[in-house]
């Protein structure tokens, strides 16, 4: 096989590369907006409920708990549910898409220009955190609290892709969680009186 041949099937395998990482990208954002529209609904059914005159009550295991308490640990499940599909499952074929594309692009770019589209997106995708503000200082401490991989490359503080997806996701299960055993510690579970 000649260089021009060579060539002309790597162009191929390029655009075959780009379209797959096209399409997981999209099935992650299909996940990402399934996920922010059950949990909208969830917080609307919260919010429902919250307006009652009268609680919502369920007994179980000889306890009242409090309807609002079973969503929530739904809610804490379900983000754990899709952070796992997004994060541990989708993600990754994504990344694997995009390592194929640096190898292919790495081969073009020494005899033909003008294939970088991989490589530009990854070296501005993350995203820097190093400029001291408010809001940034609240992306670090989440990073930290949820255990999101924070990278530090040339003093510059950047969250990747995987430290997003987990402040995304495991920032609602956590709330969550929190307001669970809030509200469970101020009345939200009693025992049943036998009388």
Not at 134 to 152: D, H, Q, S
Request: hydrophobic content about 50%; aromatic content about 12%; proline content about 1%.
């Amino acid at each position: 096989m000649d260089k021009d041949q060579s060539i002309a099937l790597s162009v191929e395998a390029w655009k075959k590369t780009i379209d797959v990482q096209q399409h997981f990208n999209e099935i992650c954002m299909k996940i990402r907006n399934v996920y922010a529209t059950l949990l909208a609904g969830l917080f609307a059914l919260i919010g429902i409920l919250e307006t009652r005159t009268e609680d919502v009550m369920m007994s179980a295991f000889g306890l009242e708990i409090h309807g609002i308490l079973l969503i929530l640990l739904g809610i804490f499940g379900m983000s754990m549910l899709f952070y796992f599909i997004d994060r541990h499952w989708y993600h990754r074929l994504l990344v694997g898409s995009v390592m194929n594309g640096l190898e292919v692009e790495k081969y073009l770019n020494e005899t033909v220009v003008g294939f970088k589209l991989t490589s530009f997106i990854g070296e501005n995708s993350a995203l820097d955190i190093s400029e001291r503000t408010p809001g940034n200082w609240m992306l670090y401490f989440l990073a930290k609290t949820l255990r999101a991989e924070i990278t530090l490359l040339d003093g510059k503080y950047l969250l990747r892709s995987d430290a997003k997806i987990t402040i995304f996701y495991k920032s609602m299960a956590y709330v969550s969680l929190i307001a669970l055993t809030f509200i469970a510690a101020s009345g939200g579970i009693v025992a049943i009186e036998n009388g």
